[in-house]
């Protein structure tokens, strides 16, 4: 019966993590990616995308993309972040910014963002004439992940904003 109600529960708490994931995804322009089981991820060695979000009302269809094992030159060092367009459209007008962070999970709102970088599009170009993915394949170190404040429970936070001029 304890068992039984565990299960229940865990079940429950993945639910509700779901239901707060469908939630950010509505927002434009910016979006929280949980990620959970982040110990599994690692060990399976492949990459993990998210649910799509927008980056703005009408803007382009987004996606976060991960390699919990780190990918090319940082494979098997780091954790590797991009982000991507869904349909390779062209980029019409402006200059885009996409902030890639990664969360703190602990409660000292000083010390909450380990990592902010920039990625800056042209505007006119094909995606796949830029680049295929936007980010960073040395994010951050797994020996550095493994001890912080930005893994806890075996779970991850990313999140993505997304600006232009």
């Given at each position: ?32 990616w949980p990620v959970r089981g982040f110990k599994d ?28 094992q780190g990918t090319g030159g940082a494979e098997g ?89």
């Amino acid at each position: 019966m304890v068992s039984w109600r565990k299960e229940i529960e865990r079940k429950l708490d993945l639910l509700q993590d779901e239901l707060k994931s469908l939630r950010l995804q509505t927002s434009y322009g910016e979006f929280i990616w949980p990620v959970r089981g982040f110990k599994d991820l690692r060990k399976s060695g492949e990459s993990v995308r998210s649910p799509y979000f927008y980056s703005w009302k009408g803007g382009y269809k987004l996606y976060i993309e991960i390699y919990p094992q780190g990918t090319g030159g940082a494979e098997g060092t780091h954790l590797s972040i991009f982000v991507r367009e869904s349909n390779q459209r062209i980029f019409d007008w402006g200059w885009y910014e996409l902030d890639i962070v990664l969360l703190s999970q602990q409660e000292d709102k000083e010390n909450r963002v380990r990592s902010c970088n920039t990625v800056g599009l042209l505007p006119g170009l094909p995606i796949k004439e830029v680049s295929k993915r936007w980010g960073f394949s040395n994010f951050i170190t797994l020996e550095e992940l493994e001890n912080s404040p930005y893994l806890k429970n075996d779970k991850i936070f990313i999140q993505v904003k997304c600006k232009f001029n």
